[in-house]
């Protein structure tokens, strides 16, 4: 196959070529229901309609009261001349030597600028007796105090997190605008390939990256469609996939992508699409593929289970972040536990166990294991720890990048 495409390149080159594709391809916008924007990804600015608290309300129990009332050097008695409990307003005023009861949350009554809590006070019949003088505007939640009306209280591509979306409902926002999630078909290829539960044959291996990679996606809150696997046959691969390319906004492949005499992905893509890269100097993954088909964005990951684990994880979140115009991910750091010697010159992807010291440190231990193929190291891993290019001694202690999975 002649290279008319970038090959061979590093993973920088690599993520910028998908980004840039995702941004090509951003999806539109669309309204849902606030209620069900759990995990989207804000499609516009939205500022607050409403100022947060709504209106001047008690902080706590107690009793409202003119500050001017009151005496830092001896008890003052006051009358109670009314209550006021959480909801609508009661049409009461707090005079000279007045005061009304009030509960947290409820809105301060006319002429009162002080709330003292029960606490502090001792009540004597129809009125109470206050020891002491708290600050002025004491335990008062003051109106605009967490949010102004009409100030940002969301950026596009900020992700709707559960404390977003109470945010968002405390401010009465009932319907949000938010990226139209991408649709994924996901494929596997390979005549060696066997679903779980059937009896094996020497020569096949059970199709375990499937269920890796339909959990990897919803885990970032997609709803993937899982093809049947598909035999290393270049009309049948064509066929399914040129299906799936008009349809999907991505599909996602995994094998058939290296330079064997069933490996058909590659040229599959260049004769009906275009081939954006092929093969990136990372390990494990170096294989990997990213073009375009009709209206699809594909990725071929290789076939051994830690290269299509790291490859999504290291291109393929990338992309469907782009695609949906999610902001940058905060980058995540973490300080090995031992010392790791780095062999070879491609940017590694490392698997290793996280953890927390008392010391409040995040430490990481590589996993000895290193092979693509072992997928129990990544099972018993929860990181990816992240190593440029070139060979080094990486010391006990070094801070390190990590994708954490």
Wanted: aromatic share 4%.
């Amino acid at each position: 196959m002649a290279e008319g495409f970038p090959t061979r390149i590093g993973y920088a080159q690599a993520l910028r070529i998908v980004r840039d594709a995702a941004a090509r391809r951003r999806l539109p916008a669309e309204r849902v229901a606030t209620r069900r924007a759990d995990g989207r990804i804000v499609a516009h600015d939205l500022a607050a309609p409403i100022a947060l608290p709504s209106f001047d309300n008690s902080r706590m129990d107690g009793y409202a009261v003119r500050h001017a009332d009151l005496r830092a050097d001896a008890p003052v008695r006051l009358d109670i001349v009314g209550e006021q409990f959480a909801g609508a307003a009661v049409p009461v005023r707090v005079d000279a030597d007045q005061c009304v009861r009030i509960t947290t949350g409820a809105p301060i009554p006319a002429g009162a600028d002080t709330v003292v809590i029960r606490e502090r006070v001792r009540e004597e019949g129809e009125a109470i007796v206050v020891e002491g003088a708290p600050a002025p505007g004491a335990d008062i939640r003051r109106t605009g105090e967490d949010v102004a009306a009409g100030e940002t209280v969301l950026r596009a591509g900020d992700v709707l997190t559960p404390a977003r979306l109470g945010l968002l409902a405390a401010l009465g926002v009932d319907a949000v605008e938010v990226s139209a999630r991408p649709t994924v078909a996901v494929f596997t290829t390979g005549d060696e390939l066997v679903e779980p539960g059937l009896p094996l044959q020497p020569g096949q291996i059970y199709n375990g990256n499937r269920e890796l990679l339909m959990a990897l996606l919803r885990a970032e809150g997609l709803e993937p469609t899982a093809w049947p696997a598909l035999p290393d046959d270049p009309a049948r691969l064509a066929s399914q996939l040129g299906d799936a390319a008009s349809a999907f906004d991505v599909v996602i492949t995994c094998g058939g992508v290296s330079a064997g005499q069933k490996d058909h992905l590659p040229e599959l893509l260049r004769a009906h699409g275009r081939i954006d890269f092929w093969k990136v100097r990372m390990k494990p993954g170096m294989p990997v593929l990213c073009g375009q088909w009709d209206r699809a964005t594909v990725l071929a990951l290789p076939g051994n289970p830690v290269s299509a684990l790291a490859t999504f994880l290291a291109l393929g979140r990338p992309l469907l972040d782009g695609l949906q115009g999610r902001a940058a991910r905060a980058r995540r750091h973490a300080v090995l536990a031992t010392a790791w010697r780095k062999t070879q010159e491609r940017h590694e992807f490392l698997r290793g166990g996280l953890h927390h010291g008392e010391d409040g440190r995040l430490s990481v231990r590589p996993h000895p294991a290193d092979a693509s193929h072992q997928l129990r190291a990544a099972a018993d891993s929860d990181a990816l720890i992240v190593l440029e290019e070139g060979l080094r001694d990486h010391a006990a202690g070094d801070v390190v990048e990590i994708i954490a999975y």
